[in-house]
């Protein structure tokens, strides 16, 4: 665990880094899906790969900061694709952004991780 910050003026928030997921995250986390609704999250590739090596089968974040209402709403509409619609990652992905479009403020897009979960389901990936 870390601390992190928005910007220098903002208040420092939870976050976490590979290296907790490395040192902290006990055994295994076999076919799950990692949705990391904060910011940053595929800003660097090292949390989710960090993620997948301990057994996710695939991790979706968004690649800059994201304002909380924003997130919130994306996050519904995302969960929803990937659930009752059953779309693939890609798909999924793909309809949530154009349907709630960038961050307002910080133009951040959704993205998923690794590439090889483009074309699964969510069933297919908890399997």
């Not at 709630?100 to 590439?115: C, Q, R, W």
Request: net charge negative; proline share 2%.
């Amino acid at each position: 665990m870390t601390y992190a910050r928005t910007r220098a003026d903002a208040p420092w928030c939870f976050a976490i880094s590979a290296e907790f997921i490395d040192n902290s995250v006990d055994g295994q986390l076999d076919n799950t899906v990692i949705i990391m609704m904060g910011c940053d999250g595929l800003h660097f590739e090292d949390v989710a790969q960090s993620f997948i090596q301990k057994g996710a089968s695939t991790y979706i974040a968004w690649d800059a900061s994201v304002m909380l209402g924003y997130v919130d709403s994306a996050s519904s509409v995302l969960i929803d694709k990937l659930c009752s619609d059953e779309l693939t990652v890609k798909e999924a992905v793909a309809q949530t952004m154009a349907e709630t479009g960038t961050d307002p403020v910080y133009n951040s897009v959704l993205k998923y991780y690794p590439g090889q979960s483009a074309l699964k389901t969510l069933s297919q990936l908890i399997e």
